[in-house]
């Protein structure tokens, strides 16, 4: 090989590193420009950096919706004890578990805080609505089905205060673990609340996981007589 031909082959590999360097760039563009431009010209030292940063990135990366702050937490608790004496406490299992938990319980409450923002699932509107039955003089059958009503829109309300305070609770658990863990980390400690506060994660995220049924049903009595 001659030496025109390493000459071609050292610009190819810039011109692929510079490429790279952009695209991986969060940077504004002038910055982005600048650190291609430094790829290009020491693709040789930036290369191998690329190459051992994307190995071993966790396969599982946050959700992009905006307030998730549980999920960041985390992936980065989970990155302080990645291969080391700590993961245990924190394996890429479990994490994926809380994960999907987590992504699931925002998924309802999110479908839930659609239909109670309607008219037509509002309790307090539904109150008003029973209100002016019994001030109407409604039939009994009438009267049933309003309280009825009433008593849903009240469990799906329920429902998703439910979702959103173990949410928050889980998020404050999530960023205390991960802080435990990092302090441990640096301190060269053992992380001695860490395996109360991952059994309490553990507690928080069966709630999520529970079926849509932690209220009491509605007395159905009423609604018998009626029928």
């Known amino acids: ?25 969060p940077a504004p563009r002038t910055q982005a420009l600048a650190s291609s431009a430094l790829a290009v010209l020491l693709w040789p030292l930036w290369l191998p950096v690329l190459l051992s940063s994307s190995k071993g990135r966790p396969e599982t990366q946050p959700d992009a919706s905006p307030g998730c702050a549980t999920e960041a937490a985390l992936l980065e608790a989970h990155a302080v004890v990645r291969d080391g004496p700590l993961e245990a406490l924190l394996p890429h299992a479990a994490v ?45 059958r009438a009267l049933s089905s309003a309280r009825l009503h009433l008593d849903n829109v009240r469990r799906l309300a329920g429902l ?9 609770e889980l998020e404050e658990l999530v960023v205390a673990l991960r802080t435990q863990l990092v302090l441990a980390k640096f301190a060269g400690t053992a992380p001695s609340d860490a395996g109360d506060i991952v059994a309490e994660v553990w507690a928080r995220v069966e709630v999520l996981g529970a ?6 049903a509605p007395d159905p009595e009423p609604y018998q007589a009626a029928t």
């Open 96 to 140: 994926e578990r809380i994960l999907g938990e987590v992504r699931r319980a925002r998924a309802r409450k999110a479908e839930l805080d659609g239909l109670l923002s309607a008219p037509s699932y509002d309790p307090e509107q539904a109150e008003a609505r029973l209100e002016r039955l019994l001030g109407s003089g409604a039939s009994r």
């Open 160 to 168: 998703a205060e439910r979702d959103r305070r173990a949410l928050s």
């Open 211 to 216: 079926t849509l049924d932690p209220l009491p």
């Open 1 to 25: 090989m001659t030496l025109t031909d390493l000459g071609v082959l050292y610009a190819v590999a810039g011109a692929v590193s510079g490429v790279a360097a952009y695209r991986r760039a």
